[in-house]
């Protein structure tokens, strides 16, 4: 059987990799934890925040609802304290469609 490579996915991302993966400074993801309760990451006892796989999608949620569709403060928590399973599912199928998107245009250039 021949040997297929995993994609490994950390438990905890460190806040210097979160605002490096979002392109924003820490003072920002520190903010919108303060703003949004969804946010939840782990701090050790130095106070470091370790964010984990979830916090990092809910991170992505919130971006996209401030940045992309343009929700004030806000209007992105209500938004997020009413809907956020629909939120949620709307985000899956977004990025499921950018990889099929991808991937695509991948097959395109290879033709």
């Given at each position: 059987?021949?040997?297929?490579?995993?994609?490994?996915?950390?438990?905890?991302?460190?806040?210097?990799?979160?605002?490096?993966?979002?392109?924003?400074?820490?003072?920002l993801i520190r903010f919108y934890e303060k703003e949004f309760d969804i946010l939840q990451p782990k701090k050790n006892k130095k106070g470091n925040r370790y964010?984990?796989?979830?916090?990092?999608?809910?991170?992505?949620?919130?971006?996209?609802?401030?940045?992309?569709?343009?929700?004030?403060?806000?209007?992105?928590?209500?938004?997020?304290?009413?809907?956020?399973?629909?939120?949620?599912?709307?985000?899956?199928?977004?990025?499921?469609?950018?990889?099929?998107?991808?991937?695509?245009?991948?097959?395109?250039?290879?033709?």
């Amino acid at each position: 059987m021949p040997y297929k490579e995993r994609e490994i996915s950390k438990m905890y991302y460190t806040m210097g990799e979160v605002s490096k993966l979002f392109d924003v400074n820490q003072s920002l993801i520190r903010f919108y934890e303060k703003e949004f309760d969804i946010l939840q990451p782990k701090k050790n006892k130095k106070g470091n925040r370790y964010f984990t796989p979830e916090d990092v999608e809910n991170l992505k949620i919130i971006f996209h609802l401030i940045r992309d569709k343009g929700y004030t403060l806000n209007g992105a928590k209500e938004h997020l304290k009413n809907n956020i399973t629909d939120s949620k599912d709307s985000h899956r199928v977004i990025h499921s469609l950018e990889n099929l998107k991808k991937f695509l245009l991948e097959v395109r250039d290879q033709l």
